[in-house]
């Protein structure tokens, strides 16, 4: 049979007939068999439903059927397997009937070996192979034939044959469209125009009077075995009115390439040549009609002292690009100099078309706008305050160079950032970016705000407007730095506030305590015998007089120190100033850090704060704590001592303020107050737990590299 193994289905009930054809089947030269063995009918088709057979050996005597109903169950199921009956049936009938309903071969049982049903199914494969090809050759010859038929039905050109004596043989839908006629009307009658062998174009006028362009086509066909000729005509009206119109077209382009008022030279490629084949009225107005001369030459000719234009003509044509160039241009002819626009067009086959654009008052205006341009670019680069550029979204598009010296910031680095962002402290962006969306092409607007750089704070004095630019409002902020004038300003002030304040303790307390000192005095001198109780009023006088003293050059550091602000780590600073109080036996702790941006006094808060607690707080315990938090430190001195009463907490700040057995200049809270407020910060009072009093310190932070624009 075939080296592929066959798959054989034995449908037999009888064991003695089933063994002797399974030892038929294993002595066939075919040794690539597999049998599967079914004893009714229902078992074979419940094997045909879960398997694929290559042929089936069928009993027609089973226990669930006979006779032909047994093979016509089979057949019906699966009909494209070949089926070779085996049965002890010996009625020719039989057998005829069996081959009619689609069996390939009839063995009746006792008369075959296993040579004839190895032939049989050898045979049987073959027939059923055969079979199959066939089918599909029909199958295909039909597809063809229907598609064959139906292109002719569908084609949209009409289809004549014709016999030699001009007969209609056959005609097409689309022919009977075409001319206008019905099937019936042209079948067997005599063609009524002109048959001839060559392509050909007609005029056919249907029965509405509208008149039709046809082309028709002959060839020489053998038509059911007569020699006949095929006609194959198509309407081409649509076609000549297209051809009309773009006549027309081109006659319209003609004229208006013509009357085309930019000046258009048209090049046409000739031996690896560009000619000049035509131009139009404008290029003749440009050369002052001496441009007829160059009509039939070379463009290596009539541009010989502009090599660039005869390098773009030949590379658009080569290339087929467009190009466009600027260019200063001479022209020969007249003298006339000027700025042109040299536009060139490859056009198929082998055309370029050159338009040559007299541009030289915009290039003098380009000229002019690139000065002015320059002008103010100079300006702003030169100017010596800070100009910038926002865009709607808040983003930089101009950073001039004084913004890159005062921040430290290059314009490569932040141009497209966000303003707000990247500059502006986040205590007060709200209040910007609100001035900001106010701000208008009709208004001004003038404030002052500190922006972050990376050197620290400065104060702005900005100056911002509105221009609108391609569509897209543009806020222009210039800004004046005024930093060190805050300072001087704000320095005059405490000096001021210092003086006044070093009068009043110069003239009232100190003297108050000079005129009890020299009371004392007078007392001890008139008491030969001593006087301990004067003695010791002195002493307390002259204490509480150098305490005021100290408050004094607290007063003068708060002036003196009030520079700039450098970042200090607290940590560092505080444990410089307890040094001397852990040498008293007070316990001081400090848990945590932060980097404050602070000057010189930093050191009198910590020490007001120490004394306060030890002296007036009565503690000999202080923790402080110190964390970042936003943009600020928080720092938190807290003592264990006898606290402050409620009644007090709100004056404790004041100027002059004094509380109790212990009160002395009432001024070293102020100092504090005074420094922390220099810095930008706040200070508040607390009750401590279980007693004792926190004093709560927001210091401003300090960063590196900026970091607050992270």
């Not at 199921?77 to 009937?97: F, M, R």
């Not at 199958?139 to 004549?160: C, F, M, P, T, W």
């Not at 057995?661 to 407020?677: D, N, Q, Y």
Request: charged share 30%; hydrophobic share 40%.
């Amino acid at each position: 049979m075939t080296n592929k193994q066959t798959k054989i289905l034995v449908v037999e009930d009888n064991p003695g007939d089933a063994r002797l054809i399974r030892e038929f089947l294993r002595e066939s030269e075919d040794s690539a068999l597999e049998m599967i063995f079914a004893d009714k009918l229902s078992a074979a088709l419940e094997c045909l439903e879960e398997n694929e057979f290559d042929v089936i050996l069928l009993d027609l005597g089973l226990p669930d059927s006979q006779g032909l109903d047994t093979l016509i169950s089979i057949y019906n199921q699966v009909s494209e397997i070949p089926i070779i009956i085996l049965s002890g049936n010996t009625d020719v009938n039989i057998a005829i009937k069996s081959l009619q309903r689609g069996a390939q071969d009839y063995l009746v049982k006792g008369d075959f070996d296993k040579k004839l049903l190895d032939r049989a199914l050898r045979y049987a494969l073959e027939r059923h192979k055969i079979n199959i090809e066939l089918k599909k050759k029909i199958h295909e010859v039909s597809y063809q034939r229907a598609l064959i038929e139906n292109i002719i039905e569908k084609n949209a050109d009409g289809l004549i044959v014709l016999n030699q004596n001009g007969i209609v043989r056959f005609v097409n839908p689309a022919a009977t469209v075409i001319l206008n006629r019905s099937v019936e009307g042209m079948l067997n009658q005599l063609i009524d125009f002109p048959l001839v062998k060559h392509s050909t174009e007609f005029e056919v006028f249907h029965k509405d009077g509208k008149k039709r362009h046809v082309e028709m086509r002959v060839a020489e066909i053998n038509w059911e075995g007569d020699p006949s000729y095929l006609m194959a005509i198509r309407d081409i009206t649509e076609r000549k009115e297209m051809e009309d119109a773009l006549r027309l077209s081109e006659e319209r382009v003609k004229a208006e390439y013509k009357g085309m008022p930019l000046p258009t030279l048209t090049w046409q490629e000739l031996d690896n040549d560009l000619i000049l084949i035509d131009y139009n009225e404008a290029a003749e107005q440009l050369a002052q009609e001496k441009i007829n001369k160059a009509l039939g030459k070379k463009a290596k000719m009539v541009f010989s002292d502009k090599p660039e234009i005869i390098e773009d003509l030949s590379r658009c044509f080569k290339e087929k690009v467009s190009i466009t160039r600027e260019s200063s241009y001479q022209l020969r002819n007249t003298g006339h100099p000027g700025y042109f626009l040299f536009t060139y067009t490859f056009i198929q086959p082998n055309l370029v078309i050159q338009h040559i654009e007299e541009i030289t008052g915009r290039k003098e205006a380009e000229i002019a706008l690139k000065m002015e341009n320059y002008f103010i670019e100079t300006i702003i680069e030169t100017a010596n305050s800070l100009i910038v550029g926002l865009n709607e979204q808040g983003n930089i598009v101009l950073f001039n160079r004084m913004c890159e010296k005062l921040t430290g910031w290059k314009r490569e680095n932040i141009l497209g950032k966000n303003w707000t962002l990247n500059f502006i402290p986040k205590r007060i962006r709200e209040e910007v970016v609100a001035i900001y969306n106010r701000t208008s092409p009709e208004s001004y607007s003038d404030f002052i705000n500190p922006i972050q750089t990376k050197y620290g704070e400065r104060q702005i004095w900005w100056h911002n407007t509105a221009v609108a630019r391609a569509g897209e409002k543009l806020i222009i902020a210039i800004g004046v730095d005024i930093t060190e004038e805050e300072k001087s300003r704000k320095i005059i002030e405490e000096l001021n506030q210092s003086l006044r304040l070093i009068i009043h303790i110069l003239g009232h307390d100190v003297l108050n305590d000079f005129h009890s000192i020299k009371l004392a005095l007078e007392l001890i001198k008139m008491d030969k015998e001593g006087n301990n109780e004067a003695f010791q009023i002195a002493m307390d006088n002259i204490d509480t007089s150098v305490q005021l003293i100290k408050k004094m050059r607290e007063l003068e550091n708060l002036v003196s120190q009030g520079g700039d602000l450098q970042p200090l780590q607290a940590k560092e600073l505080i444990q410089e100033i307890i040094k001397p109080y852990l040498a008293e036996s007070v316990e001081i702790k400090i848990e945590g850090d932060c980097l404050i941006l602070v000057d010189g006094a930093f050191g009198s808060i910590i020490d007001n704060l120490i004394q306060n607690a030890i002296l007036h707080g009565q503690t000999n315990k202080i923790d402080i704590k110190i964390e970042p938090a936003d943009e600020y430190c928080r720092i938190n001195v807290m003592d264990y001592g006898i606290g402050i009463p409620d009644e007090i907490k709100s004056k404790i700040f004041e100027e002059g303020f004094k509380y109790g057995k212990t009160a002395r200049s009432g001024l070293g809270l102020f100092i504090v107050k005074s420094i922390i407020e220099r810095y930008g910060g706040e200070i508040s009072v607390v009750d401590n737990k279980p007693k004792g009093s926190i004093f709560r310190l927001k210091v401003p932070r300090a960063y590196l590299n900026n970091e607050n624009t992270k």
